[in-house]
T-cell receptor, first 115, second 116 residues
């Protein structure tokens, strides 16, 4: 069965510092991987996704993630944090079962950005 | 264009009562998903509709939970005899086709349910 582990439920960085949010997955088949962001009282918004092809994926708002099969990881990074990046971030993997996109989410990482 | 909308945004009810949560997907999206997000956790899959039919309801926790999508657009999640443990944010998502595993799901803002 698929699963996702996000290391660190809370991450705090200074404005302008590197953002690194960790995600490891378990999958019995080649995975499709997603990062979503959730702002307070809003729905989840897709940041980026990996399906096939290039392992370095660029998303919105300057975020990117790299799929590393050997490490079963899909960490999210941003070179320079902005105050507006403060939110909760979820990593997800698409379930192997079925021909549709049933997502399995990690527990989330809350990112705080301080001046 | 309009995104996924959910009503009500907040619902407070008493233990044992019946509640209905509504989801309006993006127009033209045939796939619709319900997820439940408990405090401090990521969303958990409940049910998936392709058109009018529930193609996968394996995530529904028990028979108190039921969902319908009679015309292939709006969906209603129904919870009977609510329990305090049902308190959570219920998220709805839609996607264009559903038959594509890498397809993006678009989420609504959720309904925050509190059972007293």
């Amino acid at each position: 069965a698929q699963s996702v582990t996000q290391l660190g439920s809370h991450v705090s960085v200074s404005e302008g510092a590197l953002v690194l949010l960790r995600c490891n997955y378990s999958s019995s088949v080649p995975p499709y991987l997603f990062w979503y962001v959730q702002y307070p009282n809003q729905g989840l918004q897709l940041l980026l996704k990996y399906t096939t092809g290039a392992t370095l994926v660029k998303g919105i708002n300057g975020f990117e993630a790299e799929f590393k099969k050997s490490e079963t990881s899909f960490h999210l990074t941003k070179p320079s944090a902005h105050m507006s990046d403060a939110a909760e971030y979820f990593c997800a993997v698409s379930s192997a079962a079925g021909g549709y996109n049933k997502l399995i989410f990690g527990a989330g990482t809350r990112l705080a950005v301080h001046p | 264009g309009a995104g996924v909308s959910q009503t009500p945004s907040n619902k407070v009810t008493e233990k044992g009562k019946y509640v209905e949560l509504r989801c309006d997907p993006i127009s033209g999206h045939t796939a619709l998903y319900w997820y439940r997000q408990s405090l401090g956790q990521g969303p958990e899959f409940l049910i998936y509709f392709q058109g009018t039919g529930a193609a996968d309801d394996s995530g529904l926790p028990n028979d108190r939970f039921f969902a319908v999508r009679p015309e292939g657009s709006v969906s209603t999640l129904k919870i009977q005899r609510t329990e305090r443990g049902d308190s959570a944010v219920y998220l709805c998502a839609s996607s264009l086709d559903g038959g594509v595993k890498k397809e993006t799901q678009y989420f609504g803002p959720g309904t925050r349910l509190l059972v007293l």
